[in-house]
């Protein structure tokens, strides 16, 4: 099968691997082309955030990025926790013209129930960004979860039910490579976000359907 040239596009630096690391690892072993957007810096919502911190922050996703096989990481600065104090066209814009540049045929990023109001901001500059007009690079969207924001959400907004899995059951070392590089976002258990609950939710969302370990996606669009 051709190379295919494939984006993930989240709010935060740790999200992709969160989320999709094992997916986008298995890209890159296939040969495909993987980039990263990211729109949130991750830092300036908490007290008292450094320049350091959020050089420290970007220095940890590119060390990811590393082990993920990501070939070239945008990250678009926009404040943290904030993205709702932004006009949606200049985020939509912003990311047009990176997907202008690399012409995706597939695209990753947040489910629009999730938690965190950067993640459900970001799912709704994605499918913007992405609108199917004629003559478009994209043929796949998915969204995944994040540990700690898409259970987290209240039952009035959409529910994560997962229609399409990858099997990560050989990645699952890379994948918690990279999850390593971001210790400072990482918790203890029983903590959601913790190692060993991304691990449990490889194990229920694999073998859901048959496979030892899995990363989950709602369909978004899919043009064959
Ligand atoms: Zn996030």
Known sequence: ??????VVICAHTDDEALGCGGTLARHSQNGDSVYAIFL??????????TAAELASRQ???????????????FYLGFCDNQLDSLPLLSIVQAIENILIKIQPEIVYTHHIGDLNIDHRITHQAVVTAC???PGGSIKQIYSFEVLSSTEWQTPGYLPFIPTAF???????SVKESALLCYQTEMRDEPHSRSIQNVLNL??????????????AFMLIRSII
């Open 1 to 6: 099968m051709a190379a295919k040239t494939v």
């Open 40 to 49: 949130a810096d991750g830092v300036t919502s908490r007290p008292g955030a």
């Open 59 to 73: 220095a940890a996703a590119d060390k990811a990025g590393q082990e993920l096989g990501i070939i070239q990481a």
């Open 131 to 133: 609108r199917p007009l």
């Open 166 to 172: 990858v099997d990560i059951s050989d990645l699952w």
């Open 202 to 215: 490889a194990k229920l969302r694999g073998n859901s359907v048959g496979l030892p370990l899995a990363e």
